[in-house]
């Protein structure tokens, strides 16, 4: 089997594995008690802490431990619309395609009477500092952008859109879900208030994450109970996962920039061999993009067959077409793009990992030529476009 | 444990009658790019009798799978009795069908009464 969707999870380390066996077998002690083993549990989440601190840049009494991404989100948002309406702000700027941890939070409180602004993205999937300037106002009470996009791996002006957020004394939040353990990511310099991440993006278990906030940033939580994270998480601590998390986390940043290289030059050699595919088009900016993203739209065929026929080539991937998504529109990642509706049924996406080989890519790529060209064979609209009677759009 | 039947993925990775059929003379073209489908029929009828049928789908899994299935019931057949297939004999002739993508089965019967209203506009014949 060739992975390549480690946007949608990644295989755990070794290390991670191990860590979370070896504090569930020996460390199984709830870090609220008193006596020793309560402690030794105490101590190893205090441990990690310390290691997830130090890899971007925080201070550990800024970060706390969660579910995963998606209750980070939640909570940072939140947090900060609460913390809004005290001061009578209720103004939230965010982007078109962030995650749906991001998108649904904000419609939701838009039923509440929140005004929501978001950026355009525009075609090469980057948003504008400017247009984040021009979009704050006297009650914006908070800027949530996420650092990488999660389908078509483009990664944000953080450090200068954060600058601006300081400017105007408004919270800055960035869901770095996609960045954390794969880009280098320093809270400090990149302007950063509230950051979210999620430990089985780096190789670390499921079901557990954290959020940074910066010093001076008021929490609000979402699950009441007792004083566990200092009053911001309630719930004893999911221990074994959060030491997990931090060996994990520890591993990627030690081997970011050589995994960087590595993976960054498969990434190009598959863009390279895929852009040879006709009337087919990379999603997102070539250069500012994931070291392990790819994503490509091809006009004439649809998704889901296209990552079933690449199943039974032993290629895990994923698509932003409708019948992927259970919905009956396309991503509205790749519509927020320019993408149409027709050419972005056609997409997919291949995230890869510091794992794959230079003959995984080229099996990828061949792999994905053939079944293109398989599937165009008895398109409908593959015809139409070949006998002239509808335009390429690709 | 795969999302479809093994019948679903039989038709998917082997779909049956696939083509255009030169000298059809009913044709029927269903569904739409925005949505993600379209299904495209190709008939024979002689004496009728569906002597052939081709398709061509764009679409996920379930579509050409659907449009494999719903040829191969009505290749053979009167036309009177491929007028009276329905999207549910599709969907359990392919052993099932999850439940949001029975509209794949509902666009299989669609294309065959397209199809079949093409025949009549271009012979007259009521069916």
Known sequence: MIYA?????????????????????????????????????????????????????????????????????????????????RNGRNHVISTVFEHHAVLNTLEKLKKDGCEVTLLDVYENGIVHPEDLEAAIRDT??????????????????????????????????????????????????????????????????????????????????????G??????????ENVPGIASMAEALAESTEKMAENAQYITKLRNRLIEGLSVIPHS??????ERRLPGNVSFCFE???????????????????SGSACTSGSLDPSHVLLSIGRVHDVAHGSLRLSIDEEITEADVDYIISSVREVVEYLRGFSPIWRDLTEGRKQFIL | MSLYSEKVM?????????????????????????????????????????????????????????????????????????????????????????????HCSVLAEEAIQAALKDYQDRTGKTV
Request: hydrophobic fraction near 40%.
């Open chain 2, 10 to 102: 039989d038709h998917f990775r082997n779909p049956r009658n696939v083509g255009v059929i030169e000298d059809a003379n009913g044709i029927g073209e269903v569904g739409n790019a925005k949505c993600g489908d379209i299904m495209k029929m190709y008939r024979k009828i002689e004496d009728d009798i569906i002597q052939d049928v081709k398709f061509e789908t764009f679409g996920c899994g379930s579509a050409i799978a659907s449009s494999s299935m719903a040829t191969e019931l009505i290749k053979g057949k009167p036309v009177a009795e491929a007028k009276e297939l329905t999207n549910r004999a599709v969907a359990e002739a392919l052993d099932g069908l999850p439940d949001y993508k029975m």
């Open chain 1, 5 to 85: 969707d480690n946007a949608a999870t990644t295989r755990m380390s070794e290390t991670a594995v191990n860590t979370l066996i070896s504090v569930m077998n020996g460390n199984w002690g709830n870090p609220s008690s008193l006596y020793m083993h309560g402690q030794k549990a105490k101590e190893t989440v205090e441990k990690a802490r310390e290691k997830i601190a130090a890899a971007i840049g925080a201070d550990p009494r800024e970060i706390f431990f969660t579910s995963g991404g998606s209750e980070a989100d939640n909570q940072a948002i939140l947090s900060a619309v609460a913390q809004g309406k």
């Open chain 1, 300 to 318: 004439g065929i649809e998704g889901e067959s296209l990552l079933l026929l690449l199943d039974d080539r032993g290629i895990c991937a994923s």
């Open chain 1, 281 to 286: 088009a990379l999603n997102g900016d070539a």
């Open chain 1, 227 to 236: 004083a566990q994270e200092r009053g911001k998480r309630a719930g004893t």
């Open chain 1, 140 to 225: 914006t009470c908070l800027v949530t952008v996420m650092y990488a996009n999660n389908e078509i791996g483009t990664i944000q002006p953080v450090r200068e859109l954060g600058e601006i957020c300081r400017r105007h004394k408004v919270p800055f939040h960035v869901d770095a879900v996609q960045a954390v353990g794969h880009i280098p990511v320093d809270v400090v310099g990149d302007n950063i208030d509230m950051l979210s991440a999620s430990a089985h993006k780096f190789h670390g278990p499921k079901g557990v994450g954290f959020i940074y906030a910066k010093k001076g940033i008021k929490l609000s939580s979402l699950i009441e109970g």
